[in-house]
Nanobody, 117 residues
Framework: QVQLVESGGGLVQPGGSLRLSCVAS????????MSWYRQAPGKERELVAG????????NYADSVKGRFTISRDNAKNTVYLQMNSLKPEDTAVYYC??????????WGQGTQVTVSS
């Protein structure tokens, strides 16, 4: 079955960095556009960054442009989110999402990112 497993979350001080990883299995990885979402307490889930099937195009929420970078390694079935210059408002549960064949969405279980001094 399809599985998306995120890792790399944790507690970091403001200004610090984290790299999230999401390993996919159960489907052909390059058949899916991948994205990262986040959900803070009391807020709706929001798109953070997305990347097309072979990495030719990326998009970012305005709030993270210039600080976050999404990338993927299709040989490793993995999508990454490099997060730099982290702010307290980046605190959230971060979710990996796969959109297979532009039709079938799958979600990971999420990883907590906390930015605090």
């Amino acid at each position: 079955q399809v599985q998306l497993v995120e890792s790399g979350g944790g507690l970091v001080q403001p200004g610090g960095s984290l790299r999230l990883s999401c390993v996919a299995s159960g489907f052909t990885f390059n058949s899916a556009a991948m994205s990262w979402y986040r959900q803070a307490p009391g807020k709706e889930r929001e798109l953070v960054a997305g990347i097309t099937n072979f990495g030719g195009s990326t998009n970012y929420a305005d709030s993270v442009k210039g600080r976050f970078t999404i990338s993927r390694d299709n040989a490793k079935n993995t999508v990454y989110l490099q997060m730099n210059s982290l702010k307290p408002e980046d605190t959230a549960v971060y979710y990996c999402k796969a959109l297979r064949d532009m039709r079938f969405p799958y979600w990971g279980q999420g990883t907590q990112v906390t930015v605090s001094s």
